[in-house]
């Protein structure tokens, strides 16, 4: 699964996420990397959505770790 992220919270933790889907070009970055993002910037992430916190709160996992991201309900299209 692609992921799309973009940091936006005060903790380096949260991020923003869109589902990308299959076929999303570009350089994939890994969630230690996206630990360190400057706040505001736009990242790939590759690995998976492991569980629903609550509302449009999930744990994303990849090999480095997992991060906790916001992914608006607006985004899953239905899926």
Do not use: K
């Not at 869109?18 to 076929?23: L, R, S, Y």
């Amino acid at each position: 699964m692609v992921l799309a992220i973009r940091a936006c919270a005060v903790l380096a933790t949260n991020a923003m996420a869109q589902f990308a889907g299959p076929g999303v070009a570009g350089r994939s970055s890994t969630v230690e990397e996206a630990r360190d993002a400057r706040l505001g910037s736009y990242l790939t992430l590759t690995g998976n959505i492991t569980n629903h916190l609550r509302g449009d709160y999930y744990t994303f996992r990849d090999d480095s770790g997992e991060i906790r991201v916001e992914i608006a309900a607006s985004v899953w299209r239905g899926r």
